[in-house]
Structure formats: structure tokens, C-alpha cells
């Protein structure tokens, strides 16, 4: 049930996201694109659901074996679990675990607010940060972009440099990538 569980919610997460992504980005026929997109799904999902099996696993066996729970277990299993699971460096690994990188220098944040390590701020840093993130990302765009990852350098290349291009309302309701002349 556990694996059933973990495999429905990373098709219902990467489906959709694969789904865009691959019509908007992706050239090929309508063939290879819907494969593109099950590949997706089924790496997402099953990447997903080998790893709650083994972070489970391992955190009663150690539970199993200390006779009680400790914090450390959580780390451990879940380190084991992910060089093991999202260890090697493949796209659909490299967003999740950016994805939960982010989340967790948020969460690291507000940890160290809440237990003391950092005062709490007197005004909302998230406009200091939002800049931040933004000015980076551009300047990464503008002048580095090959450091960026390839999604989100398509991305990018659509929104800054393809927008630069209209032909006719086909571009706002389709795509507007550039033509090649005549």
C-alpha cells in the first residue's frame, strides 16, 4: 500500500508539470512526446516510492534495533535513502532535489529564528530575498547561462528572449518561437 501510495502522488506531481513542460519545450512527434512524458511520471514516481520504501525500512530497523527512536535515524535513513535512490545526477533527480533544497534553507531559516541562532527579523525579508533570487537568476541568464539548468534555461529563453518575437495572435496562443526566413 505504502509504494501504491507514493506512486500515485509522484504521477499526480510530475504528470502535469511533464505534461506542460514537454509541449512547450520539447520537439518531436505527438508519439515522442507523450513518451517523454510517461518516462517522466514513471521515473518521478518510482524514484518516489523506492525512496519512502527504503527511508521506512531503514528507520524501523533502527528504531528495531536501539529499542526506541531518536532523531538521528530520520537523517540517516533519509541519507542512505537518497544517495542510494536520487543519488545519480539525472534531470528528474536534479528537480526534486533542487526543489527540496529551497524548502529547506527556508525551513533551516526559521529553525534558527525559532530556537534562538538568529534574531528575529523586524521587518519581512522575503522582499530582500524575492529580489535577490530574481537579480541572480537573470544575471545568471544574461551572462552564465550555461551554469543554469537546462529547463530552466528553456524557460527563460522563452520568456526573455522568444517573447521578443510576434508574428500574430498564434504566437500569444501557441507559441512564439522564433521562424526561421524565408
Not at 12 to 32: N, W
Not at 151 to 169: C, F
Amino acid at each position: 500500500m505504502l509504494l501504491l501510495l507514493s506512486c500515485r502522488y509522484g504521477a499526480k506531481i510530475r504528470a502535469p508539470h511533464a505534461l506542460v513542460m514537454t509541449f512547450l519545450f520539447r520537439s518531436g512527434s505527438l508519439q515522442e512526446k507523450l513518451r517523454a512524458i510517461l518516462q517522466a511520471t514513471y521515473t518521478h514516481s518510482r524514484n518516489l516510492a523506492s525512496f519512502v520504501f527504503t527511508y521506512k525500512g531503514l528507520c524501523a530497523l533502527q528504531s528495531h534495533l536501539q529499542g526506541e527512536t531518536y532523531q538521528v535515524h530520520s537523517f540517516l535513513a533519509a541519507f542512505i535513502g537518497g544517495l542510494l535512490v536520487f543519488g545519480n545526477n539525472s534531470t528528474i533527480n536534479s528537480q526534486i532535489n533542487m526543489y527540496l533544497m529551497s524548502r529547506i534553507l527556508f525551513a533551516l531559516c526559521r529553525l534558527g529564528v525559532e530556537k534562538g541562532y538568529i534574531p528575529e527579523p523586524r521587518w519581512e525579508p522575503s522582499r530582500l530575498f524575492n529580489g535577490l533570487v530574481w537579480g541572480l537568476v537573470l544575471w545568471l541568464f544574461e551572462y552564465h547561462r550555461p551554469t543554469l539548468q537546462p529547463s530552466l534555461q528553456s524557460s527563460m529563453t522563452y520568456l526573455y528572449e522568444d517573447s521578443n518575437v510576434w508574428h500574430d495572435i498564434s504566437d500569444f496562443l501557441i507559441y512564439n518561437k522564433s521562424r526561421p526566413s524565408k
